[in-house]
């Protein structure tokens, strides 16, 4: 049988399934459905299916807190890990994933909070999920025929008082509900282990779909064993949420390295009455941290030593009870911002698994459905493209688009175009070269298009191009300036059009050491993901970077602009200042020297017209002409003093040297008169060594 369920964007996608079928008489007949077997759901509505991701194997706990929370008739997903998910949804394969967060015996699940802040989903509703674990076996085995039990370690541990009563050994495994497979598939087993002297511990979920008995059920020591769960969506409910309903909100944000920093900002919301259910701080990722080291550059010269950035920052994780769009919410957050460095609301939502809004309606629609009993995916079509080499086409093969085009070529296939002739600068680089003209097989068969062209060329090249052609393919810019090149992206370009905007902070640079552009390790590169649908393709073409060893910065176009506009103008503007008579070849040469000369040569390989392009594109770049002008003039100002006071100085030293010699001589002559020694005609020069003589003379006498 096939299954066929309507995607988002219109197409069929095909899934492997792991089913529990009803029968009729109520009667429920458990077996388990090789990949190459699919159920046909068609006949229910494919547009009214509901696919939520969850990770782990088909009967992992985490899709029976997905049934307990939205029902059984959810299509569950089961994805690999817990990223595996948050791609599922942002790239619309899924319209739900629900995810642990913490654990009431093991804490809190630090990778899912920090997939929160890389991914741009939403909490739309919780679930306390009781864990209960169950003793599971192959039909026919009985309680004393168990020596073993496989289970994931942390399951393994939270029945050990249990295993030990009965003498039964510990084996840890990768899984609960994998353990379960593994007994019910006779396959890939731990050594020792066999189906008939071995029991899984898992979910009775996970005995169903396998076919396995459940021998116990609660088999835990501890019966307080709750995991919290989240349910995250691409938009958010808050705007659902009336004052009658119990809601929660959660937030994250950093604080300045400030005394009492964290007292003032809960007291944004203590202030205002309102209760928080959890607070926890956790270490920044290496992206939140680099975005708060661009603003903190903003705020001063002095920060911008690496000695003024404390070595650990953190993120503080706060849940309050009370919704998004309350007055008072609405104060305290905005008190929070004002203190804050950084704030974002992961999600407003029903307490205690309620559902409201689109959640809600869903899960209705859900429930007049035929039943056909639980159903579980364990693909996605996506799956065959991971690991998939990228089709990246350049559009301006300058110096900055081959410089792209020799790291690209490493791992993707790369095509080019340009207005002029760049056919032999592509055969040595190894990129296929197509003529301006030939643009439609140009863009035939392309994932990527990568956009390097001056600023000032930028919208006259995106309204060149065929839109059509550009339908499903992701369009990135790598333009000085952000904002300019998004807004005309967005003005001009598709729905169905995925748009990065990004500046590789970077260029190529001819000297080959540490301190040359040349090399793209702890290079900022800075993007916005404007419009991604097909996240996958896009978290493949950042890896590009990543694994280049780049500092990946990831904050709005306008916000680089902010940071890093007027920093970029003056930093071309200074090298195209400088040139070889003013930087000539030492043969010793010290750092600060090899960075002048790394910036002359990297601004003398560009084209002026990127230059123009900072300059017409940013509003204050006759301005710091202007202040670069009237410091020169400064400089010259203050050489001019201090060439004029030396001068003086001198001068006035060669004054008082004529005014000691004289008063020298009136005391010569005047013991002349009174002594020994020969009267000095006034007009006579006196050297110092005759004045020493004469004074070494009286002296002795």
């Known amino acids: 049988m096939a299954t066929l369920i309507e995607s988002c964007a219109g197409r069929q996608l095909s899934f492997p399934l792991i089913s529990t079928l009803e029968i009729r008489g109520g009667s429920t007949k458990t077996s388990t459905i090789a990949s190459s077997t699919k159920v046909d759901i068609e006949s229910i509505g494919s547009n009214e299916v509901l696919r939520v991701a969850f990770q782990g194997e088909p009967g992992a706990y985490s899709e029976k807190a997905t049934r307990e929370l939205l029902g059984e008739k959810v299509l569950a997903v089961g994805r690999p890990n817990f990223e595996a998910c948050f791609r599922a949804v942002a790239s619309r394969e899924c319209d739900y994933t629900c995810l642990p967060v913490e654990n009431s015996l093991g804490g809190s699940i630090h990778e899912n909070y920090d997939l929160m802040l890389r991914y741009d989903l939403t909490i739309v509703a919780e679930h306390e999920f009781r864990v209960k674990h169950c003793l599971l076996v192959k039909k026919g085995v009985k309680r004393e025929d168990i020596k073993y039990a496989i289970s994931h370690p942390q399951a393994l541990a939270q029945c050990d008082n ?40 898992a979910s009775d979920l996970a005995g169903k779909i396998y076919g396995l008995n459940c021998l116990d059920k609660g088999i835990e020591d501890d019966d307080t064993n709750f995991t919290r769960f989240l349910l995250l969506a691409r938009a958010g409910v808050s705007s659902f949420l009336s004052k009658k309903i119990p809601a929660k909100t959660s937030i994250v944000f950093t604080l300045p390295d400030t005394a009492g920093a964290l007292y003032k900002a809960l007291a944004c919301f203590s202030l205002r009455d309102i209760d928080f259910s959890k607070i926890e701080s956790r270490p920044t990722s290496a992206s939140l941290l680099n975005f708060l080291k661009f603003r903190s550059q903003q705020k001063g010269r002095k920060t911008r030593n690496k000695a003024d950035m404390p070595r650990f920052r953190y993120c503080f994780y706060l849940d309050f009870l009370s919704g998004e769009l309350n007055e008072n919410s609405q104060n305290a957050l905005a008190h929070l911002r004002e203190q804050a460095d950084f704030v974002r609301i992961l999600g407003s939502y029903p307490q205690k698994s309620r559902l409201v809004g689109p959640v809600a309606n869903e899960v ?28 990246i086409g350049i559009i301006g093969f300058g110096t900055f688009g081959q410089f792209l085009a020799r790291r690209f070529v490493k791992q993707h296939k790369v095509r080019c175009t340009d207005q002029l002739d760049k056919s032999a600068d592509a055969d040595n680089i190894g990129v296929d070269y197509f003529a301006s003209y030939d643009m439609a097989n140009f863009l035939k068969g392309i994932d990527v298009l990568v956009l390097a062209v001056p600023l000032v060329e930028f919208e006259n090249v995106v309204l060149s191009l065929p839109t059509d052609s550009l339908r499903g393919k992701l369009v990135v810019e790598v333009c000085p300036l952000s904002s300019h090149p998004k807004a005309i992206l967005l003005r001009h370009l598709d729905q169905d059009i995925d748009i990065i905007s990004s500046h590789p902070m970077f260029g190529p640079g001819v000297h080959d050491d540490p301190y040359s552009t040349a090399t793209w390790d702890g290079r900022p590169f800075v993007y916005e993901k404007v419009r991604v649908t097909d996240v996958r393709r896009c978290e493949t073409f950042l890896e590009i970077f990543g694994e280049a060893r780049c500092q990946m910065v990831e904050m709005t176009a306008e916000q680089h602009d902010t940071s890093t506009a007027d920093a970029e103008f003056v930093t071309h503007l200074t090298g195209r200042l400088l040139d070889h008579q003013l930087l000539p ?31 017409k594109f940013n509003d204050r770049a006759k301005e710091h002409l202007n202040k670069m002008r009237d410091n020169l003039a400064k400089v010259e100002r203050q ?8 001068t003086a100085s001198t001068e006035m030293k060669n004054a008082d040297r004529q005014r000691l010699i004289a008063e020298t001589k009136l005391l010569l002559q005047e013991i002349a008169k009174s ?15 005759s004045r020493k003589t004469t004074l070494d003379t009286k002296k002795n006498k």
């Open 639 to 646: 050489l001019a003093a201090k060439e004029a006071y030396m």
């Open 585 to 615: 070849p030492t043969p010793v040469t010290s750092k600060e020297y090899a960075a002048l000369c790394d910036l002359a040569d990297m601004t003398s390989s560009d084209s002026f017209d990127l230059f123009f392009g900072m300059f």
């Open 162 to 201: 249990f295993l030990r009563g009965l003498g039964i050994t510990p084996v840890p495994t990768y899984d609960t509900a994998g353990s379960a497979k593994m007994i019910a598939e006779e396959s890939s087993m731990p050594p020792g282990c066999t189906p008939e002297n071995t029991a899984a511990i």
């Open 675 to 689: 002594g020994d020694i020969a009267a000095i005609p006034s007009n006579e020069k006196i050297d110092d060594n």
């Open 364 to 391: 209705e629609k859900l429930k007049t459905m035929e039943a056909i009993g639980p159903v579980s995916v364990d693909s996605l079509p996506s799956d065959l493209e991971e690991g998939k080499s990228l089709q």
